[in-house]
């Protein structure tokens, strides 16, 4: 039970101690495991801080841009995010999706992980009652950067249908790509849903019509995509909807 893996890990982190004196990366995973117990038993302000104690050492040790410290940065969003300190958390979160972008590219795990949790933030925080619009302006460009991809799963009706890979989305049911404000959230609930629907899909500049109904069988994501690449996909949707 969680409260003997509480007290098996406070013991191991107090040996830990004694040995490294707070100066190892073991003591930086003591300190992650217990916040990683407090957050799965919903103890959220016991999990942010030892999420902060194990970035804040991490830090110490390797520096504020290391893998390590950037997973831990990643463990105290998560924790701030249950506490729905949104702004905190969007904080965090853009520093590691700029960093993670500018090192690794918009194809890195990381990358497109931060990019999703910092979406799911935005819209957690616009959702409250009480929000007043104050990152509207900057929700409005992380869209402007934002497309929303499928990754067909195999075995589904998806793939059955010929469907494999990655495709963009450009339409579905009355939403399209050329929309401003896409909320991705309420699009992905639609899409898991078992009703008659139709997507526009386009991979390598070719776009399908794919109607069907039940569950599709994709994982759906919103993907970072440089904005150029994005008016220059739109342009091309709007010349192949003309002929449609």
């Known amino acids: 039970n969680w409260e003997k893996a509480e007290e098996y890990m406070k013991l191991n982190l107090s040996v830990m101690q004694r040995i490294f004196a707070d100066g190892s990366l073991d003591v930086v995973v003591a300190y992650s495991n217990l916040s990683t117990l407090y957050r799965d038993t919903q103890q959220y302000e016991l999990a942010l801080e030892y999420a902060l104690k194990a970035m804040n050492l991490s830090d110490e040790l390797f520096g504020w841009n290391h893998m390590n410290t950037i997973v831990y940065r990643f463990g105290v969003s998560e924790c701030l995010s249950k506490l729905q300190q949104y702004d905190e958390a969007i904080s965090y979160l853009s520093s590691l999706f700029d960093y993670t972008l500018a090192e690794k590219g918009p194809a890195h795990n990381y990358t497109k992980r931060f990019f999703m949790e910092l979406h799911k933030a935005y819209n957690s925080v616009m959702s409250m009652e009480d929000y007043d619009g104050r990152h509207n302006k900057t ?12 990754q067909v799963v195999d075995n589904s009706l998806a793939s059955n249908m010929g469907l494999n890979g990655e495709y963009y989305v450009i339409e579905f049911e009355e939403w399209s790509l050329d929309q401003g404000e896409n909320n991705f959230f309420a699009f992905n609930a639609t899409a898991q849903s078992r009703k008659q629907k139709t997507y526009v899909l386009c991979r390598d500049g070719e776009f399908i019509i ?11 994501e919103c993907r970072w995509i440089p904005e150029e690449e994005k008016r220059e996909l739109i342009k091309k949707y709007h010349k192949w909807n003309r002929r449609r």
């Open 139 to 150: 929700y409005a460009e992380l869209v402007r950067n934002s497309i929303v991809l499928v």
């Open 210 to 220: 794919v109607p069907y109904e039940g569950v599709l069988g994709v994982r759906v």
